[in-house]
Each structure stands twice: as C-alpha cells, then as structure tokens.
C-alpha cells in the first residue's frame, strides 16, 4: 500500500489549505482514512479520521474549522483546512487503516508540513 499526501505549504493565520492524499497498490479492505500531525517535540496526534460509511470524528481542536471527506472510487481522502491559527503547524500524515484476515493494520504516507504563520 503506497500513501501519497500533497497541498502542504505555508500559509498565513486566517488562511486555508485543502490537503489530499490517494492510495494506491494491493488493499484488502479499507476500514477507514484520516489524518494525523505531529509538531516538534510533541506526539502524532489524530486530527480528522473517516470511516468507509462516511462517518467522521475530529480533534476537538479542529472540529469546525477542518472537513474531512474521501472518494471512495479514487481511494482518496481529503482535508479542508480552514482559518488556520499558528498551532496547526505541523507535519500532516495521512493514514489508511487496512483490514488484513481479520486484523487491523494501520497504513501510512511520508508526510506533508503544514506552517501557519502568525
């Protein structure tokens, strides 16, 4: 399974980004994509994430200003950013979680930076 992510970039405070990120090779099933960030010095933290029926769950910090969405057919997963503030910099990891014989293996891409800048 090969993740490829663009629309990284820098950005202003107030500004918006749309991140995407397709999938492509042998899957099994696909359970569900998201996204994940990881700042300096701090811990990948889930960001947005969507299953394949559509349902979605957020990062309390991002709930009303990110939106997540997927192509199912294209097997891509997007993120709408909007009014970034400074604390959303961070490298942007899409993940694909894949259902293998029954077992659950979490996928992922190489990583897009995101700077917001105050």
């Known amino acids: 399974v090969q993740l490829q992510a663009y629309g990284g970039g820098l950005v202003q405070a107030g500004g918006s980004l749309r991140l995407s990120c397709g999938a492509s090779?042998?899957?099994?099933?696909?359970?569900?994509m998201g996204w994940y960030r990881q700042a300096p010095g701090k811990q990948r933290e889930l960001v947005a994430r969507i299953t394949r029926t559509g349902a979605t769950n957020y990062d309390e910090f991002v709930e009303g200003r990110f939106t997540i969405s997927r192509d199912n057919a294209k097997m891509t997963v997007y993120l709408e950013m909007n009014n970034l503030k400074p604390e959303d910099t961070a490298v942007y990891y899409c993940?694909?979680?894949?259902?293998?014989?029954?077992?659950?293996?979490?996928?992922w891409g190489q990583g897009t930076q995101v700077t917001v800048s105050s």
């Open positions: 993940n694909l979680e894949e259902l293998v014989g029954g077992g659950l293996y979490n996928r």
């Open positions: 090779g042998t899957i099994a099933s696909i359970n569900a």
